[in-house]
């Protein structure tokens, strides 16, 4: 009974941030996403900025769907150009080389959960803020553009495990129309990757 929501039209390539710790499937994202639009015979491009990704190190995915290959040019999201991001680490989200493609109309799927980076091995005291984090990427792309709740306390409570979070973050930003693939594109892109189904 819950509506379908408006996807993103493709007159131009949309740009789509995904970013994360490593270990916790943020590329997942980044691919299911890809082979979704692939599915449905859009272009798809991605580029990960892995760092220590299996350490909790910083992950950032940056996904470019067209209306077909050739509309695409470039895999890197410049400078104010992302047109949404899914946000499974508030600490990477609000880190400059992830904020710098954010815009007033960039629009956010964030989660609230708190998350250790590999940055805490060398501070163990460090506050991760994410009131305040989450504050500085609203203060960004505005009140309205920013939706947020605690995915890793969600995926545990349903699911028994935090592990599906970020896959949780995907739905969730798909509900609010952030991702350009249909619900059955990317159920199917589910499929594919033949894990945990």
């Known amino acids: 009974t819950i509506p379908l929501p408006a996807l993103p039209v493709l007159d131009t390539p949309f740009n789509l941030l995904v970013t994360g710790v490593g270990g916790t499937g943020v590329v997942t994202v980044g691919q299911l996403i890809s082979m979704a639009a692939h599915l449905e015979g859009k272009g798809a491009s991605i580029l990960d900025f892995t760092g220590f990704a299996q350490k909790f190190g910083a992950v950032l995915s940056f996904v470019r769907i067209g209306r077909d290959p050739e509309a695409l040019n470039q895999v890197r999201i410049d400078t104010g150009a992302a047109d949404a991001v899914i946000v499974c ?27 250790p980076t590999g940055d805490l091995v060398l501070k163990r005291d460090a506050d991760l803020n994410i009131p305040g984090r ?3 990427i609203e203060a960004v792309v505005g009140k309205d553009n920013l939706a947020a709740f605690d995915a890793n306390a ?10 599906f979070a970020n896959v949780m973050m995907l739905g969730f930003a798909w509900q609010r129309g952030l991702v350009p693939a249909s619900l059955d594109a990317l159920m199917r892109a589910v499929e594919l990757n033949n894990v945990a189904v």
């Open 89 to 115: 680490d508030a600490v990477v989200s609000s880190s400059p080389k992830a904020s710098r493609t954010y815009s007033a109309r960039t629009r956010v799927a964030l989660n609230t959960a708190s998350m």
């Open 134 to 136: 989450a504050a500085s």
């Open 154 to 163: 969600t995926s545990e409570a349903l699911f028994g495990d935090m592990v």
